[in-house]
């Protein structure tokens, strides 16, 4: 069986290690290939290097090698390379590049300037692990986020990490949008797929971003796999992150029933076929379902070693009553 799973980083990296090990883990043999089709909308160059936030969160969490509190970067980090940046005034202060971590930025610059796209620059860097999925880009086009706010437009990691959000954002913008376009590994992973995965990750700056690059939402309008997404709003809080401040950017109620609707239903030109909520939620299933969206109730928190194979499991289950 196939999944393809869309996905941010912090949550897409939780649920993707949960869908590995529903699956049978790195040790026996996945029943599934899984691809994850990550977000590349926090990408950026800085201090000369191709940084890939998603990207690498996956990457690290897959390999075994992140740093599970953070949920970014890697385990046992030092910054000696970050502070001699800091001391010469070059980057961002506030945005830790760590000594590993730059390795892989090192090695991936060093890729591109090869003339290698993202996804294939991707497939080397993760051929070190075995991570027990296939990790692309949805796009080997740059299209970074950038916040528009009353103090001028940020890149979206200088908004989430250096104000933390709190600078007012009155939108989000996908720099470069019309010049690009899904790429031919990530529209046929979803044509391809037998389930199709919208990963707990933030439904705008993550799941929206992804599914905003030309060519993705045609590829799953026409997928003929079900689509089944997990809401990352529990009980009206988002899971983590500030997926409640992006919502209130586009005027989203922070709500189970309320991104399912944000999303919509596939049979009315949306994007899902099956909605997976808290059980916290299971009053709104009715809600859902009136939208033409497939829903059931299951515990869904993603802490740390948390619950992530059942999310998946129940994911998974939901999709094969669809199929
Ligand atoms: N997040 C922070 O809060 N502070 C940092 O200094 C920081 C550095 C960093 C470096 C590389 C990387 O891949 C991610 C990093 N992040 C940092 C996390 C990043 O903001 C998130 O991974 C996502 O981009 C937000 O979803």
Known sequence: MRITVLAG???????????????????????AEITI?????????????????????????????????????????????????TAYGVGWPWFTLGDLDLGTHLARTELLREGATLTEATARLAARWDLGARLLPVTDDEVPTHVVTGEGVLHFEEWWVRTRAQLPAHRFVQHGLERSRISHAAREAIASADVVLLAPSNPVVSIGTIVGIPGVRDALETAPAPVVGVSPIIAGRALRGMAATCLEVIGVEPDAAAVAAHYGARRAGGLLDGWLVAEEDAGSLGAIEAHGIAAEARPLLLTPGGPGAQVAADA???AERLR
Do not use: Q
């Open 37 to 85: 089709v990550a977000n590349i909308g926090d990408d950026m160059w800085l201090s000369g290097v191709k940084v890939c936030p998603d990207l690498d969160s996956i990457m690290y969490a897959l390999a075994g090698v992140g740093d599970t509190e953070r949920g970014w970067g890697r385990a046992g980090e030092s910054e000696r390379v970050a502070a001699e940046l």
């Open 9 to 31: 980083g912090v949550g897409g990296a939780r649920f993707a290690l949960g869908l590995r090990e529903a699956l049978g883990g790195p040790s026996g043999v996945p029943a």
């Open 316 to 318: 998974l289950a939901l």
